[in-house]
């Protein structure tokens, strides 16, 4: 970020000193000096340097790399044509413009780079290490899964962990974006980057430095602004072929009317630098890359991390909007409202049977029932196995035990209860004894504040909102209808989330998941857009396209919005710069146009275009 600021801050002084010596050249020679003076082609020639200094370097950087011409050179060739034929003034002149057109597009790229940067407050590189009661300042690389730490009151939290000590109000702002501290406990989940505000706590290292969530995102920062949309790479393509084109044609212009006596040679080799000039694909160029940046921006000023252009082209195009539903729709905070075990067993055992399970598990009803039952059960530390998609199973002796959703279970002394929770919307975890229902666990998400208004302006864009749950179809058709969704899918194991989202690719189109959870991680990948909550887990942050920082629903309509002003943006500056340079060449056929207005009318497009490009930042 430093260095994108600094870089910043020397082109602008580039720019700046050039169009002084321009101003200065044009007063002395229209006062003092004539056209033709040292001092005045000194004063066009500096500006020249320092005007096109930026854009040259990084055109002949990537000539070498490419081992091809580009846009840059095309101008740099042109100005010093006009330099030749005794234009000084309009190479100066063209060069200053497109150096203005650059630090443009550079502030652009900043202004990007400071929004997405600023979605988080960099976690510290320093942390205080705890062990047998001494404290030792160490580099947070040095630490390992594993060590402790200690987290006074006001400090940041440098490590990804579990508070192994204590409790206290956190600030996870930098992380979820959400203002209001949240409650901690031991064994509660802490993240570098947030703040520590109430109690002093021990922190337990979980994950390696590079693994931290806050680390994480500065490389998909890093990630996104390099990430281009399909239309620009169309557009690179065919820029150095392009290039190729007008220097032939301009080279036409200059000799060939020569050869057969229609033009004398010094007008001839004029219009072949105004060609030159006008030919330049420059507003083209730039027609896509500031106005995906300046929206990646402000997307990102409302907490929504893009992870490049391509996706704001698929977002631009999206028909239908997949939710999954815990953690999505809902809080993501389940809690237990009842257990009902079957009197004919221990009721004691059956739920340390169950802590033990379920303290191994990943899943957020799972942590919700450790929680509950972590002062009512005890842990035996007995070998768990995970059932994928169904839940978890444990062997003592003789017997299995299951806590989850499992199929094809006898449940018929409980069904009356079971239904009722149900009917209540309340999520249902099986207990299973040899394959025979003892008892079950039911829970309750308290949908988001959001959720109505967000999937009512998804509608008002023509988009289909669709549910996409793991849960019982009762569950889910009450949390839907509670929610404005009319269309559910429940009962979805991980594999076949995937199936169904290709399934409504195929119905609707181009299709957008949003879920946080890693058995959601296959459907995000399918889906033509995937998005992942803030809150979400590793997996689904790395695979999502698009992060929802503060977990706010209402963001979906708002980025789509985005991405189609983004298009319409684009769509308005690629029709100008072509219709531009048409125009500007056809003139120049007819010897209508001069180098001068050529340099402002071509130049001046490419400021249009870019200033048009910029409007995406100011845009709701």
Sequence with gaps: MENTKQKLNIELIFVVSSIILIVTAFILQSTILSSDDLIILILFAVSFVLGGFFKAYEGVVETIENKALNVEILMILAAISAFIVGNAAEG???????????????????????????????????????????????????LTIGDIVIVKVGDSIPVDGIISRGNSSINEAAITGESMPVSKKINDKVYAGTFNLSSPILVEIKSNPNEFVVNKIIDLVTDAQDNQGVKQTKIEKIEKWYVYIVILLALGFMFIPPLFGILPFEESFYRGTVVLVVGSPCALMASIAPSMLSTISNAARKRILIKGGSHLETLAGIKAVIFDKTGTITKGEPSVVEVNIDSKYPKQDILDVIYSMEKLSTHPLAYAITSYLSDKATYTGSKVIEVPGHGMELKLGKDIYRVGRFEHIDAHFLSPQMLKSKSLGQSIVEIILNDQLIGYIALKDELRPDIQKSIQSLKDLGITPILLTGDNQETATIIAKEAGIEQVIAGALPHEKKNYVDQMKVKYGSVMMIGDGINDAPALASADCGAAMGSGTDLSLETADVIFMNNNLGNVSTLIKLAKANQTIIYQNMIFSISVIVILLLTNVFGLIKLPLGVIAHEGSTILVILNSLRMLLKK
């Design 92 to 142: 100066a002149l063209l060069i200053m413009i497109f150096g203005l057109s650059g630090l443009l597009e550079s502030y652009a790229h900043s202004k990007s780079t400071k929004e997405l940067t600023s979605l988080l407050n960099l976690s510290p590189d320093l942390a205080t290490k705890y062990e047998d009661g001494v404290e030792t300042v160490v580099s947070v690389n040095d």
